[in-house]
């Protein structure tokens, strides 16, 4: 079975542009979520989509945006890029939306550099 | 958001049984307990998850006090390959907080 898939690999932006990564849920899972992880931190919380809608969010300007598709793939949208921006972004997908720590599935992640 | 407190790092040597602790004194009634591994370059995965007292999968044990603002990740008979970094993750229901990894623990095992 295929795991959580994440595109692209890795990707290099100038400051002020704007990124879209792109996350495939494992097969029959319903809940993707997003986060950021700054070399050297642990990953933090951006947001949480179930059966396309918004279910938790963490503490990120609005120049970050999600969405979650029929199909339960997903994005996450960063405008006006900073230079604090580059991270590796990770998507996590589960079978249930109840309860976030109930067991999620990572995938490999986005390496965006902001130059 | 219940805070959570790790070792910055730990090293062990092969064979032995390897115990972190991790401190989250404001726990909530409704948080669970779960554990990820991290390897460089990868997402993290899951280890184990617990409420209170022990949990045991084929991977690891999870000792959780009664009072649960810690709980310890116990690895048995670790080996070169459990060199990676480990977080300590609390927290309860979906949309009712914000949810963040801890520090991680930098677990090192030596041959």
């Known amino acids: 079975d295929a795991g959580v898939t994440q595109s692209p690999t890795h990707l290099i932006k100038t400051r002020g542009q704007h990124v879209t990564l792109r996350c495939s849920p494992i097969?029959?899972?319903?809940?993707v979520s997003w986060y950021q992880q700054v070399l050297g931190q642990g990953p933090q919380f951006i947001f949480q989509?179930?059966?396309?809608?918004?279910?938790g969010r963490g503490n990120f300007p609005d120049r970050f945006s999600a969405r979650q598709f029929p199909n339960y793939s997903s994005e996450l949208n960063v405008n006006a890029l900073l230079l604090g921006d580059s991270a590796l972004y990770l998507c996590?997908?589960?079978?249930?939306?109840?309860?976030?720590?109930?067991?999620?599935?990572f995938g490999p992640g986005t390496r965006l550099t902001v130059t | 958001l219940a805070k959570t407190t790790q070792p910055i790092s730990m090293d062990s040597y092969e064979g032995q049984e390897v115990n972190i602790t991790c401190s989250h004194n404001?726990?909530?009634?409704?948080?669970?307990i779960t554990w990820y591994q991290q390897f460089p370059s990868q997402g993290p995965r899951f280890i184990i998850q617990?409420?209170?007292t022990k949990v045991t999968n084929e991977v690891a044990s999870l000792f959780i006090p009664a009072d649960r603002k810690s709980s310890t990740l116990s690895l048995p008979r670790v080996s070169l390959s459990d060199t990676a970094v480990y977080y300590c993750l609390v927290g309860g229901d979906f949309g009712n907080e914000k949810l963040t990894f801890g520090t991680g623990t930098r677990l090192t095992i030596i041959p």
């Open positions: 617990g409420y209170k």
């Open positions: 996590a997908s589960s079978f249930t939306g109840t309860g976030v720590f109930y067991e999620q599935y």
């Open positions: 989509y179930y059966e396309k809608e918004e279910r």
């Open positions: 097969s029959g899972h319903k809940s």
């Open positions: 404001n726990i909530a009634t409704n948080d669970y």
